[in-house]
């Protein structure tokens, strides 16, 4: 029955790096069980990163990504022989299973993300996370938007008198009612990743009998992004 199996022989190239993108499913209905805080939930958001972490150590990524429900993993190790369908069940089920764990709550319906794979080379990255980034941008815009207008007007009232709005408007509209998105927290406009840093450290060699400065990698939250550029990811090592 083995031949019967859909996708089973689909593989991506093993040399090859890729990205998975993670994507929470029906995340505004669970939005609504757990009562998260509109436009933003700091426990919410603590999560994620708990999660990006898991993913991060558990697969060897070079590089993750989230903002909202979504996660994006860079990976240069392509796992499980670069088969799609296990890549892609594997990492959604982790992540849920992260997502769970992490979350101290009793949940209604099981929490749940669905999972794609992107190829990409070297030129991809960068392209591919300042889209995402710029998608963060937009997300927090749109969301602190319809936050204000739901505070003061129906939620279908709300919703009618944001469809006619892009995003120019709505950023000037905050700042005409007191809200400057220029001031609110980093993470909310560009995203949060994790990846390694390197730390000095200073240690006494015995042999030579002299102090020693050496540097050790640790796994990183970045709750402070700059926007994405060039030097950015040479700088942490995920582009050369």
């Known amino acids: 029955m ?11 190239p093993k040399n090859s790096k890729i990205i998975i993108r993670l994507d929470g499913r029906s995340f505004h209905k669970l939005a609504r069980d757990l009562k998260l ?5 700091d426990n919410f958001y603590n999560v994620i990163s708990e999660v990006c972490r898991d ?4 697969f060897s990524a070079q590089f ?5 429900d979504e996660i994006s993993l860079l990976l240069d190790n392509v796992p499980f022989d670069g088969r799609v369908e296990k890549i892609d ?7 849920a299973s992260s997502f769970v764990m992490h979350y101290d709550v ?5 929490p749940a993300f669905d999972s794609r794979i992107i190829p990409v080379g070297d030129g991809d990255i960068l392209d591919y996370f300042r889209w995402r980034q710029d998608e963060s941008w937009r997300n927090c815009v749109n969301s602190h938007g319809i936050a204000y207008l739901k505070s003061k007007y129906s939620n279908s009232q709300a919703n009618d008198k944001i469809k006619g709005m892009n995003l120019s408007d ?23 990743a994790v990846y ?13 009998n002299k102090n020693q400065v050496s540097y050790r990698s640790y796994i990183y939250a970045d709750w402070e992004l700059p926007i994405f550029s060039e030097k950015f990811f040479k700088d942490i090592g995920v582009i050369k």
Not at 2 to 12: D, G, M, T
Not at 64 to 68: E, I, R
Not at 89 to 95: L, N, P, R, T
């Open 55 to 58: 993913l991060f150590e558990e």
């Open 196 to 208: 390694r840093k390197n730390k000095k450290v200073t240690g006494f060699n015995k042999k030579e």
């Open 37 to 41: 805080v509109k436009p933003y939930d």
């Open 89 to 95: 069940s594997v990492m959604a089920s982790f992540a």
């Open 170 to 192: 709505i950023h000037e509209f905050l700042f005409a009612n007191g809200i400057n998105l220029n001031d609110v927290e980093t993470y909310k406009k560009r995203g949060i």
């Open 106 to 110: 009793e949940f209604k319906k099981p």
């Open 2 to 12: 083995k031949e019967f199996e859909v996708y089973s022989s689909l593989r991506v």
């Open 64 to 68: 993750v990504y989230s903002f909202s």
